[in-house]
């Protein structure tokens, strides 16, 4: 799939503690902000996630270093993303663990390869595409 100039691609993968695929989600949106507005909107769509579904302990991974350090931070956000800041942590209020990780981009492939099949509906569920399957698990070679 192609994307225009004015789209970007989310994906989120949520795993159980064996590191099985529990829940996938795929979207595009119509709109180009700088790199680490999609990826505080994708953390933000994991998030929002786990409070959909009831999960109450979390971890949430990125491979953004500022992005991370935003997140984590007891100060108030200023800046450009600030909101979707604000967002996520008000969303991780409502679990009883919410821990944000920062890894490796080649452990967050699958995340990136389900960004750029991204669809303009949007896609999810339970099953991972067979299409990406292959790409699940090798984020543990990492």
């Known amino acids: 799939m192609s994307f225009s100039s004015l789209e970007i691609g989310i994906g989120v993968v949520a795993r159980d503690s064996a590191g099985a695929c529990v829940w996938w989600k ?5 709109w180009l902000p700088e790199p680490e507005m999609v990826e505080a909107l994708a953390a933000r769509e994991a998030v929002f996630l786990a409070w959909r579904f009831g999960w109450r302990r979390i971890v949430v991974e990125g491979d ?31 679990v009883d663990l919410c821990s944000f990780l920062l890894v490796r981009r080649a452990a967050n ?34």
Do not use: W
């Open 26 to 30: 795929s979207i595009r949106k119509k």
């Open 64 to 94: 953004c270093a500022n992005l991370h350090i935003k997140l984590i931070s007891h100060q108030p956000d200023c800046s450009t993303i600030g909101a979707v800041i604000r967002d996520i942590k008000c969303l991780a209020s409502e």
């Open 109 to 142: 492939m699958v995340d990136h390869c389900l960004a750029r099949t991204s669809t303009g509906s949007g896609l999810e569920g339970p099953c991972f595409p067979t299409m990406l399957a292959g790409h699940l698990f090798s984020d543990f070679d990492y």
